[in-house]
């Protein structure tokens, strides 16, 4: 989104003080949502007759609010799509609202802090503040002086012209700058101003995208209103022994998905007590986590069904003023005809009254089927079009062109005056439905529920970002009243996954608890035969012979052989009971107390053959994107269940480096230097450190195949002539290297070959930002700055000595 607009071209308008307007301007109050909006009495169309009387914030309420039973024919495959997979709340709800919402009701509760937030010497004076903080000064005359590097602006005076741009959203801005000031690191105020400044003194959608930014990103900080269930449950939790009583549990969820959606109060400290209020919280917290997936989620379907298809035709036919408009304005007519068709909104406060269309035009119409494939290809999901292999060159994107058509014009032959009108004429009768529906049908593409199902669990689950810390722990709350639970599953991940080492996923579990909890629909389905195993059903399956088990010393019916692994020698007496194979379990041993083997053989064998199989497949083609991360991510997940078991770690390792098909397809990716050696560097980097640092014992010959590879990769991006790669990749590569380093410190395993990868690879980025002049933007949309920070003393000796950070954030 860094294209300015025609019209903002010249130089920045002179600073000004905030203007203070006599009285602020009146404002609507916004509505409370219910919790299913869907389901109110009125017109069952969302179309609007009075729609020029209403601004953009009565029509979001009411796209939102209005059903979609009488919408047209021909939108009603894409509607039910939406409507069979997530719950009605969730389909227009989005964070940023809510957040909004929420920090409203605490401005109309202190009339104090309405009025601090209005005030523009307050709002100057917070800007002076935030500027020291985030740029380290100590005088406010440096602060009020201090530019912008990447855009050359005044940091400050760009703000105060944004503030001024504003109507009743100065409180909002005011409070977000607050937020920053209080709660934000340094380097995180940095990125966040430079964000305003690059769009403070362009068109007003610009301006309005600008907003956007600074509030949520103030609004999500942890702290910002108060006590967030956020990191209660990253450490501990408390337990629920015992199901909640018949109905209560069920009667709490629909309490507390109303009060999320309205942004009121916390549902705890309302009279629960106990269990009860021990099950509201984790449901809250789940709420909470997934708010920030889905709103990741839908930008992503937006971008896969709107955004880069338009952006894509439009660079394929060579209009590069509009392809560089669709996310400035084209945004906000496609988001108005997917907000009026489907009652989808995003985290996107969109401008439906504009009327500049540059970057729209009839894009679907103008492209191949084949287009289509490749963007609805789920290793495609929410990416770029110039980081799609198959859409790279000129000459590639150019037989995607089915034709030539109009820009401005969406459906072809029709021009809407305003965005707003866009969505209003394609649910008219006689109106434009029937040539738009493909639009609503494509986005609705990526809600089909086993494909949101997954995504949204693996990604939740992982707790692959700080943002969704909490969340394993929360499911485990609720799953102790879940009416389906089964007997023999104590964690809710045991119950969803078939086997142990979390690989095959069970994707019907996972919707139904979806839907328990209200965030996915109720559909019907044919009942599912449930192998739930009952203490009786046990007895039966020993035939009811008593043992001694070893362990407890106590005659049990269901004594057994361990399974293990690769046992050596006799193993016949090591057994355990059933209560103490759960106990073992419990305390995530996994090897054996007798002779210390590997347990559970079955699920052990399929990870490692998962593992080297994913690898060997693409030993004559390039690995997908998602498959290499994949592989670490599966490292990871087996790292972590065996965190204080580095001889099991070490033993997994072994045999994946001395698996056949494992060594053949790294010798073939390092003599032709693959690109998919790169992406899948973190699996390479891990084992190659293990070896010299003494912790995988294989032979030389295998030791120096892991170290060729990794020279393959590394050995072109260094010396006098690098080679030049997507800043994408940059980004990617180093976390390939920041992530087995960080598994690996946290286990307390050994770290010093793998802190010098990082360097390593740090020191590449920036020779290549330094040679080519890589975009550093483009490195950071890759980079977890999380990750980047935890890794500043350990690996580089303090923040200011981290190459990387210096490179691609200062």
Not at 335 to 346: M, S
Not at 491 to 520: C, G, K, P, T
Request: charged share 25%.
């Amino acid at each position: 989104m860094g294209n300015r607009c025609f019209g903002a071209k010249g130089p920045a308008p002179p600073a000004t003080r905030p203007a203070d307007p006599a009285a602020p301007p009146a404002t609507r109050p916004a509505a409370p949502q219910p919790a299913n909006p869907r389901r109110q009495s009125g017109p069952a169309s969302a179309y609007i007759p009075n729609l020029e009387k209403l601004n953009s914030e009565v029509i979001r309420e009411k796209w939102s609010d209005l059903p979609r039973e009488k919408n047209p024919p021909c939108h009603a495959e894409a509607i039910k799509q939406m409507n069979s997979s997530l719950h009605a709340s969730w389909v227009s709800h989005t964070g940023l609202l809510r957040q909004m919402r929420e920090a409203t009701k605490l401005m109309k509760a202190d009339t104090v802090m309405t009025a601090r937030l209005a005030s523009s010497k307050h709002f100057e004076m917070v800007m002076v503040q935030v500027v020291k903080k985030g740029y380290e000064l100590t005088e406010d005359s440096a602060a009020r002086q201090q530019m912008d590097v990447i855009h050359s602006k005044g940091v400050v005076d760009a703000c105060i012209r944004l503030w001024n741009s504003l109507d009743h959203r100065r409180k909002h801005l005011t409070y977000a700058m607050e937020l920053l000031r209080d709660l934000e690191k340094p380097s995180g105020i940095v990125a966040r101003l430079s964000e305003i400044c690059d769009r403070a003194d362009r068109c007003m959608s610009a301006k309005r995208q600008a907003f956007v930014l600074a509030v949520t990103n103030s609004y999500q900080l942890p702290g910002a209103f108060g006590d967030s269930q956020q990191g209660k449950y990253a450490d501990a939790v408390d337990s629920i022994d015992v199901a909640l009583e018949d109905g209560t549990a069920e009667s709490l969820i629909h309490k507390t998905l109303t009060k999320h959606m309205r942004g009121t109060a916390s549902a705890t400290g309302e009279g629960h007590t106990g269990s009860d209020d021990t099950f509201v919280r984790a449901l809250e917290r789940v709420y909470e986590c997934v708010e920030l997936f889905l709103d990741s989620f839908k930008e992503k379907a937006f971008l896969s069904a709107f955004i880069e298809p338009a952006r894509c035709y439009f660079s394929a036919v060579g209009d590069t003023h509009q392809r560089d408009h669709v996310n400035i304005h084209g945004i906000n007519w496609y988001l108005a005809l997917l907000h009026a068709g489907l009652g989808v909104q995003l985290p996107l406060m969109s401008a439906y009254n504009d009327g500049d269309n540059i970057g729209v035009c009839d894009f679907w119409e103008g492209l191949t089927p084949e287009a289509w494939a490749v963007f609805s290809d789920e290793r495609n999901f929410g990416m770029a079009f110039e980081g799609i292999k198959a859409m790279r060159t000129k000459q590639s994107l150019e037989k995607f062109i089915k034709k030539k058509v109009p820009a401005g014009q969406l459906p072809v032959g029709h021009v809407s005056a305003q965005a707003k009108k866009l969505g209003n004429e394609a649910l008219a009768k006689g109106g434009q439905a029937d040539k738009v529906a493909v639009y609503l049908e494509r986005y609705a593409h990526f809600f089909r529920r086993a494909f949101l199902a997954q995504r949204m669990f693996e990604g939740l689950n992982s707790e692959s970002q700080p943002e969704y810390v909490g969340f394993r722990k929360a499911c485990d709350v609720l799953y102790a009243s879940y009416p389906l639970k089964e007997v023999g599953k104590e964690s809710f991940v045991e119950f969803v996954y078939v086997d142990e080492y979390f690989i095959e996923l069970d994707l019907q579990r996972v919707e139904e608890f979806f839907e328990w909890i209200l965030v996915f629909a109720k559909t019907e389905r044919p009942p599912k035969p449930m192998m739930v195993r009952t203490e009786s059903s046990i007895l039966r399956e020993k035939g009811g012979g008593k043992e001694t088990c070893p362990i407890c010393m106590e005659e049990k019916d269901d004594v057994e052989l361990l399974d293990h692994w690769m046992p050596q020698g006799d193993v016949s007496e090591h057994k355990m009971c059933g209560a103490c194979q759960a106990a073992w379990k419990n305390q995530e041993q996994m090897e054996c107390p007798f002779c210390r083997e590997l347990l559970h053989a079955d699920e052990m064998t399929t990870f490692i053959t998962h593992a080297v199989a994913t690898v060997s497949r693409n030993k004559v083609k390039a690995m997908v994107p998602d498959e290499s991360a994949a592989i670490m991510e599966q490292w990871q997940m087996m790292e972590m269940m065996l965190q204080g078991q580095q001889a099991a770690i070490r033993r997994v390792a072994k045999l994946v480096v001395e698996h056949k098909d494992f060594a053949s397809t790294i010798v073939l990716g390092t003599s032709n230097r693959c690109a998919w050696l790169r992406d899948m560097a973190g699996i390479v980097f891990r084992l190659d450190a293990m070896f010299k640092d003494g912790e995988l014992k294989v032979s030389q010959k295998q030791g120096k195949l892991l170290a060729d590879a990794v020279e393959s990769f590394m050995t072109p991006l260094e010396g006098a002539s690098p080679l030049k790669m997507d800043a994408h990749f940059y980004g990617a590569l180093y976390m390939q290297a920041v992530t087995p380093w960080l598994c690996a410190w946290r286990a307390q395993a050994k770290t010093k070959t793998l802190g010098e990868h990082v360097r390593r690879v740090g020191k590449a980025i920036e020779l290549g930002v330094r040679k080519h002049g890589v975009g550093k933007k483009q490195i950071q949309e890759r980079l977890l700055e999380e990750y980047v920070q935890l890794a500043h003393e350990p690996v580089w000796g303090s923040q200011a000595e981290d190459v990387l950070y210096q490179t691609v954030y200062k």
